[in-house]
């Protein structure tokens, strides 16, 4: 994996915060444990096209369950 910068899982994280309505979980969890569902994917995938102006697809989003799988996928990209 590439490194990850703290922003970038922060951000991710925040998002999970803010669409599940819970406070507090770690970057390792699989959010899909957290309550995250494949109805709510194409709205992460959305913001991760506009704010990190990286396109992922919906099959990439279920490969990386994790905030912290999915900051290291994305960092990969970027800096690839």
């Known amino acids: 994996w590439k490194q990850v910068t703290p922003e970038l899982a922060q951000e991710l994280m925040a998002f999970w915060q803010e669409t599940l309505d819970i406070d507090?979980?770690?970057t390792d969890e699989n959010?899909?444990?957290m309550g995250a569902n494949s109805l709510?994917?194409?709205q992460l995938q959305q913001?991760?096209?506009a704010?990190?102006?990286q396109k992922v697809t919906l099959v990439e989003l279920f490969?990386?369950?994790?905030v912290a799988t999915l900051a290291a996928f994305i960092s990969g990209k970027t800096q690839a």
């Open 31 to 33: 959010v899909f444990d």
């Open 51 to 53: 704010r990190f102006k």
């Open 24 to 26: 507090d979980f770690s």
């Open 63 to 66: 490969q990386y369950p994790s």
């Open 40 to 42: 709510l994917l194409p």
């Open 47 to 49: 913001y991760i096209n």
